[in-house]
């Protein structure tokens, strides 16, 4: 498999298990955090949901400056935002993605603060790192919902909580 396949395949496995992690999202609880240090529930899955179109923004783009403003965060507050915010970035990411050719994957892409580079990717290794990015935080849901009694669905296997 080449490496755009295995990207197309990946991106889509990792939307079908944050699929069902939205889809189970608490009301109510945009607030919560299990520590003073941690991210409150909906700025974390409103990051999740928005990491969904960074294959698209990564091959529009050559960087990600935070200093020039160009990451601005969504603020959503309802479960219906949270899945409407999350089946747009899919589907443009989706909609990239099939466009693109494997020598697409070799352009550089950066992000930056001002003129210190945060990290230096392909633009493969880009998609790669979202993807990461992806499993990371859905696994700090899995802990804020287990904290909150919330049934975990299968991700790469059944759950404490699903049936096998």
Known sequence: MNP???LKTEFQEEYDITKKFFDVFPEGMNEYAPHEKSMKLMPLVTHIA????WPEYIMKTEKLDFAAGDYQ????????ELQEKFEQDYEKSKATLDKMSPEDLDGRWTMNMGDQIIADYTKYS????????????RAQLGVYYRLNDVPLPASYGPSADTEM
């Open 126 to 137: 880009a998609m790669r790192h979202a993807l990461n990015q992806i499993t990371h935080h």
């Open 50 to 53: 928005e990491i969904f179109g």
């Open 4 to 6: 755009l396949s295995a």
């Open 73 to 80: 965060p969504t603020f959503l507050q309802t479960k219906a």
